[in-house]
């Protein structure tokens, strides 16, 4: 049972285009959501993240949405760049006991950059 | 220089043996976390400790075990209980009680013979 659902395996976008990685979850409790960036055989590095108080978060080129009602959010990247290419996750996050906990991950959408 | 490691990158071990991977931290970090990654899957959470000598199971425990007796430290075992050992297994840490960033350490690839 899915928790966190990314349901593009891959993307593939031109240079200088907008990536846009979609999002979505199913779990009400979640309050938190991040994305990582993954290279293989890498340890995934973190990116941005969203509080859910919040419908917007920028961080230079990269933007993420939350849509609480639609249980959506996504990660836009602009301008996309040859070094964007890599396995983004999305990952959520429930305070239960007012701790944090471990994150759940979604599978992982592949962006590819073509030039 | 701050950071998580993990050792060693790439580990075989036969079958029916139990095998430690180690995750040391340097960011004072109070919470640290083990998931595992499969191939085209995400990352499930394996335990996870949100302070010195505490730790809970997460999601996919079953088959590992961990300790928590210095807050650098956060060993995970694979024993031999562990069905399907063969994954990359990533350590992480975070500040702790109320901070959600998680920031990993660069993986150890475990390949059971």
């Known amino acids: 049972d899915q928790q966190v659902k990314q349901n593009s395996p891959s993307l593939s976008v031109q240079e200088g285009r907008i990536s846009i990685l979609n999002c979505d979850y199913t779990n009400s409790m979640f309050d938190y959501f991040l994305w990582y960036k993954k290279y293989p055989a890498e340890g995934p590095t973190f990116l941005i993240s969203i509080s859910s108080i919040k419908d917007k978060n920028e961080d230079g080129r990269f933007t993420v949405f939350l849509n609480k009602s639609a249980k959506h959010l996504s990660l836009h990247i602009v301008p996309s760049q040859p070094g964007d290419s890599a396995v983004y996750f999305c990952?959520?996050?429930?305070?239960?006991?007012?701790?944090?906990?471990?994150?759940?991950f979604g599978k992982g959408t592949h962006l590819i950059i073509q030039p | 220089d701050g950071g998580i490691t993990q050792s060693p990158k790439y580990l075989f071990r036969k079958e029916g043996q139990n095998v430690t991977l180690s995750c040391e931290q340097n960011l004072n970090h109070d919470a640290m976390y083990w998931y595992r990654q499969d191939p085209g899957q995400g990352l499930r959470l394996i335990y996870y400790?949100?302070?010195?000598?505490?730790?809970q199971k997460g999601d996919i425990a079953e088959g590992y075990s961990v300790s928590r007796e210095k807050k650098e430290s956060f060993p995970l075992t694979v024993t031999s209980a562990q069905k399907n050992p063969t994954a990359f297994y990533l350590c992480a840490s975070s500040m702790g009680y109320t901070y959600n960033e998680q920031f990993f350490g660069p993986g150890t690839r475990l390949t059971v013979l």
């Open positions: 400790s949100q302070i010195v000598n505490d730790f």
């Open positions: 990952a959520a996050s429930a305070h239960s006991g007012g701790g944090a906990d471990g994150l759940t």
